[in-house]
């Protein structure tokens, strides 16, 4: 046989590895089943189960689950009840539930689901404000021409040793500058 996991339907299939047919469905209203781990009988320990022995389902009212033998102080077994019913304290049978917890749960889900659906577009509205405003940012910083060039007066008065005389004539102190020239470029001729 053949084994695999319908994440589409939430279900766990089997079928004749050779042929594909006799398909069966092993498990359903799974939630997202995502691995299917299958030991052969023979891998098993050998132990009894204590499940089918004299007393039918183990004298459990409604389910009998066979526990491992981890020591000689383990249980042999465990009984179960449904979801409306807890176990008594015989341990074997099961009383009805004085707290129903079903209801709860489910309307706690519902309330849930709602606020989901009001928080979620708020949250993805946030998030698109958010990559539009850093993509704008981006596009204004790729698009913004700028100039640099050494200004230098700004370079000459940053200068730790830079000493301005106001009253200089003849002195040279610090950077020394051009003289100014004027160029006309009109002709002079009247």
């Keep these: 046989?053949?084994?695999?996991?319908?994440?589409?339907?939430?279900?766990?299939?089997?079928?004749?590895?050779?042929?594909?047919?006799?398909v069966v469905l092993l498990a359903s209203n799974l939630n997202e089943p995502q691995d299917v781990i299958v030991f052969h009988e023979l891998v098993q320990p050998s132990g009894k189960n204590w499940c089918s022995g004299q007393l039918?389902?183990?004298?459990?009212?409604?389910m009998?689950?066979?526990?491992?033998?981890?020591?000689?102080?383990?249980?042999?077994?465990?009984?179960?009840?449904p979801s409306a019913m807890e176990l008594a304290q015989n341990g074997h049978q099961c009383k009805t539930s004085k707290n129903e917890t079903i209801p709860l749960l489910l309307n706690q889900f519902a309330k849930g689901s709602t606020a989901v659906w009001i928080i979620?577009?708020?949250?993805?509205?946030?998030?698109?404000?958010l990559a539009g405003y850093i993509g704008l940012r981006n596009w204004q910083n790729k698009n913004t021409k700028s100039m640099n060039f050494d200004n230098p007066v700004y370079l000459k008065t940053t200068e730790d040793?830079?000493?301005?005389?106001?009253?200089?004539?003849?002195?040279?102190?610090?950077?020394?500058?051009?003289?100014?020239?004027?160029?006309?470029?009109e002709d002079d001729t009247t």
Aim: a negative charge; charged letters at 15%; one cysteine or more.
């Design 161 to 185: 040793d830079l000493n301005i005389d106001v009253d200089r004539q003849s002195q040279s102190v610090g950077h020394t500058y051009p003289a100014i020239s004027i160029v006309k470029t």
């Design 120 to 129: 979620l577009p708020i949250l993805l509205l946030a998030i698109a404000g």
């Design 1 to 22: 046989r053949v084994f695999w996991t319908d994440g589409e339907n939430e279900a766990i299939y089997a079928a004749n590895k050779f042929t594909g047919v006799d």
């Design 64 to 81: 009998c689950l066979p526990a491992p033998q981890i020591n000689s102080h383990s249980p042999k077994y465990t009984c179960m009840c």
């Design 56 to 62: 039918k389902n183990g004298g459990c009212e409604y």
